[in-house]
C-alpha cells in the first residue's frame, strides 16, 4: 500500500506537470488571440498564465516540502 507522502508526491508531480502543459496551450491561444486583433482578450488570457504559474510555484514548494523532489 502506498503511503500519503508517496500519493502526495504523485499527485503533485501531475498537477506540476498538468499546469506547465496548459501554460503552453494558453500561450498558444494568447498568440492567437493577439494576431486577430483580440488583444484585450490575449491579456486576460496571459494575466490567467500568470497565476497559475503563481500556483504551479506553490505546487512545487509543496512538493520540495516532501523532501522527494527527483531530480
Known sequence: MVD???KARIRLEHWITHN???EEEYELFAE???????KES???VRE???LTAQ???S???A???????KE
Do not use: F, N
Not at 492567437?32 to 483580440?38: D, F, N, V
Open 55 to 57: 500556483g504551479t510555484a
Open 63 to 69: 512538493l520540495e516540502t516532501l523532501g522527494t523532489v
Open 32 to 38: 492567437q488571440l493577439e494576431s486577430a486583433g483580440m
Open 48 to 50: 490567467m498564465i500568470a
Open 4 to 6: 500519503l507522502k508517496e
Open 59 to 61: 505546487l512545487r514548494k
Open 42 to 44: 490575449a491579456g486576460h
Open 20 to 22: 506547465d502543459h496548459h
